[in-house]
């Protein structure tokens, strides 16, 4: 396996480590299927001064940036990128539902990141390296959903058996299908990543138009009577 891909391997576990502080436990694409972001689209949520919670999505996002030419250099770009929409996971969320309201898209985002942090276990196993747990703790995303949260005490874990039917659920028996399977994982990580950016950025846009205004957010409180 290509030392860069090493590497890149490694950038996209250090992101599982990112999540599990909290509770102890969860691609710019030049060419991008129907409705989802694509690297330009990613690029332009960036602009302005985000916040700490925008900038550790923003983070995320960067360590699967490089997923594309890593990818059709392994197959000595025999295969084009997009030819991993042939073999996307259907149970794999992909961006919050556009009816869901900020609490429910929330959860969507934590149950998401737990389950991307099972299925990257399959990415791990096909792609070994020695240096793929001696990772350091960064921001959490897990923890940023749960502070914007009302009821944070709904975002659990997954069990170990809940993990392991995941990974049952995607084995298969030839080689060639387990590096496409590692890799639609992780074409399918990084774009439900620019949807959690995304959504960040939003929640956060009504409150940062009012401040470069230099409009102070006023908050109402119930007069006792």
């Known amino acids: 396996m290509p030392s860069k891909l090493n590497a890149y391997l490694l950038s996209a576990v250090m992101l599982v480590a990112l999540m599990r502080r ?3 436990a969860p691609t710019a694409l030049t060419e991008s299927p ?7 689209e990613a690029q332009e ?3 302005g001064n985000p916040s700490d919670a925008v900038k550790a999505w923003m983070y995320a996002v960067s360590t699967l940036s490089r997923h594309e030419q890593e990818f ?3 197959f000595h770009h025999f295969h084009k990128y997009n030819i991993l929409d042939q073999y996307t996971i259907a149970w794999l969320p992909k961006d919050c539902p556009s009816s869901y309201n900020k ?5 969507w985002l934590a149950k998401g990141l737990f389950t991307y942090t099972a299925v990257l276990k399959y990415v791990a196993k096909e792609y070994p390296n020695q240096r793929i747990l001696t990772v350091a703790e960064r921001d959490n995303l897990i923890q940023l959903i749960k502070d914007k949260m009302r009821h944070p005490e709904h975002v659990t874990a997954l069990t170990r058996g809940q ?14 299908n387990r590096k496409m399977t590692a890799h639609s994982i992780l074409y399918m990580f990084r ?4 949807g959690g950016q995304r959504q960040f950025r939003k929640w956060e846009q009504p409150r940062r138009s009012l401040t470069n205004k230099g409009i102070t957010p ?8």
């Open 22 to 24: 909290a509770l102890g």
């Open 218 to 225: 006023v908050t109402y409180q119930m007069l006792k009577s």
């Open 163 to 176: 993990e392991e039917q995941l990974l049952r659920n995607i084995d298969t028996p030839t080689i060639y």
């Open 191 to 194: 774009h439900f990543l620019i």
């Open 103 to 107: 609490e429910a898209c929330l959860q």
């Open 72 to 74: 059709e250099a392994e």
């Open 45 to 47: 949520e960036v602009e």
């Open 34 to 40: 129907a409705g989802d972001p694509s690297g330009d």
